[in-house]
């Protein structure tokens, strides 16, 4: 990031915390201090307001309320909405525990109305305040990779951040690339070994430049080495995270109490979603299909049924797509708001599937893509999840062997921190629309139809 970018980043940043912090001080001071804390009592506001101010920018960093460039306006809307609602429903259970009793709800409803009309306002106006003034990065994208085509494409929505000026192929590290590479600001590596743009990328770090790479495989795995100080010679051992035992009981733990409270408090919307699918056709409320999930142990995954019966005559797999007829009208509902998925909540409870972790996919997906990626086996080293990185960093249409780089970043680095951070995501996305059109669905049915010509 230039020094320009920089400064309107961050005065970006200080204008919407100065309002979101400004509103919950105005009513601290003018409501609830005075009826928790004595006039003399500095220390209860003071302690109040710092702990306001990191819970609601650990919770922006984390939502990336603050990243006003980076997404659309009504996503970044919607994150500054859940990160100071948040922080207001904290400090508010504070001031009940403090008080001994309920305190008045209605000053601070009134505190987020004001909050949030001034992030609508922070959004609409900085988002082109920061397009007009700070111009998009020149870049050289330098690509390993036959089809570029696919992978330019999805820059067609943040225009505004990089300026791809040209595309060169890595051939070109073969010769002098270094007046190629010098006029511009910003450089992306797409599919080009490591061994390739070692040397680029050394130039590229002294040159100050914006350095991006699509990293390999073998890249990935290497974040789950931990660096050991045996001998003066340095090594990295690696740490097989994802067999943990004190993580992995923590983890069950967790899924058993989470999916308990989650059940219990759900039970009212399930009842009633089984009632209308029921009521619909008279057909069944459960859609079951088999699943791979760790260790390739297969499991029948559970859903409301969303289509009409026998969707997939024959056990044939056929993609849903926008617009599918054969989708009912109560699950048109359902899967939008995403309530079909809710039964797996059951398969969490008995053991099959974990809350967070790679997203299962179909015994016939697995056959077919470990035969194209070999590597898309080490995805079954955990248990599939209800969540996912790839769930929160991907898309629906997001190519399989993305979805595998997102899943083993997640097997790497996972602890119970990132799965807090992950279950806190998703209830972003859960509001956040995706399309089901695109590269997954068609390679989907190319996949299966390569298999199914290799059977016959």
Known sequence: MNNRKF???????????????????????????????????????AVTLILYAIVYVALGNLFRAFKITDYSIAETIFSQFLSFGMADLLLYGEFCMIRHNYVNIVPGIMTVGCQLLAAVCWALIG??????????????????AVDVDEFLQKFGKIKHIFSIEKVVSADILKGDWKKEVAPYQAVIFYEVSSKKRSEVIWYCMQSRKSLYVTPQLGEITMEGFGARHLIDTPMMKYEYRSERFWYNLAKRIGDILLSLIALIILSPLLLLTALLIKIEDRGPVF?????????????????????????????????????????????RVIRKLRIDEFPQIINVLKGDMSIVGPRPERVEHVEAYTKEIPEFSYRLRVKGGLTGYAQ??????????????????????????????????TVKIMFVPESTEGFTQKRSEQITEEAKTKEQ
């Not at 961050?10 to 201090?33: C, E, P, R, S, T």
């Not at 088999?290 to 044939?316: H, Q, Y």
Request: with cysteine; charged share 25%.
């Open 7 to 45: 400064a309107l980043s961050m005065v970006m940043k200080f204008a919407v915390f100065a309002l979101i912090f400004g509103f919950f001080a105005m009513a601290l001071f003018q409501y609830y201090g005075p009826r928790l804390f004595r006039r003399a009592d500095s220390i209860g506001y």
């Open 287 to 331: 859609f079951r299909q088999k699943r791979c999930t760790k260790n390739g142990k297969v499991f029948e995954i559970l859903k409301f049924r969303s289509m009409i019966v026998d969707a997939e005559k024959g056990g044939e797999t056929i993609p849903c797509r926008t617009g599918d007829p054969r989708i009912t009208h109560v699950g």
């Open 392 to 425: 929160i960093y991907g898309k629906y249409n997001t190519s399989p062997y993305d979805k595998l780089r997102l899943d083993l970043q997640y097997i790497e680095k996972q602890s119970l921190l990132m799965d807090l951070k992950l279950i806190l995501l």
């Open 127 to 144: 988002k082109r305040f920061t397009i007009a003034f700070g111009k998009p990065e020149k870049t050289l994208v330098i690509s390993g």
